[in-house]
């Protein structure tokens, strides 16, 4: 069993940054993807950024130039970086990872951009 632990979430004024993390734990032999999504309320689950296990990545277009994913393979956990966070970033964060053909989710994270 594998489990996904986000922290990190909080309220945060428009501008501002914002650190994300996500721990890993349980049977864990090598995790191919790690990504991050979130959904707002109201819509659907999105990607926000992915990065592979030889760290390439992909983003969202809406948050290209602002996050910035990363992610440590010897301590298996997954960062996002945010920065200039904007009224429509608020949403719940989740963290995602593939192993083999199976994926994992976290329990989310809120976060609250709000002056």
């Known amino acids: 069993q594998v489990q996904l632990v986000e922290s990190g979430g909080g309220l945060v004024q428009p501008g501002g940054p914002l650190r994300l993390s996500c721990a890993t734990s349980?049977?864990?032999?090598?995790?191919?993807?790690m990504g991050w999504y979130r959904q707002a309320p109201g819509k659907q689950r999105d990607l926000v950024a992915i990065?592979?296990?030889?760290?390439?990545?992909k983003y969202a277009d809406s948050v290209k130039g602002r996050f910035t994913i990363s992610r440590d393979n010897a301590k298996n956990t997954v960062d996002l970086q945010m920065n200039g966070l904007k009224d429509e970033d608020t949403a719940i964060y989740y963290c995602?990872?593939?192993?083999?053909?199976?994926?994992?989710w976290g329990q989310g994270t809120q976060v609250t951009v709000s002056s």
């Open positions: 990065i592979s296990s030889g760290g390439r990545t």
């Open positions: 995602n990872v593939w192993i083999r053909t199976v994926d994992y």
């Open positions: 349980g049977s864990i032999f090598s995790i191919d993807a």
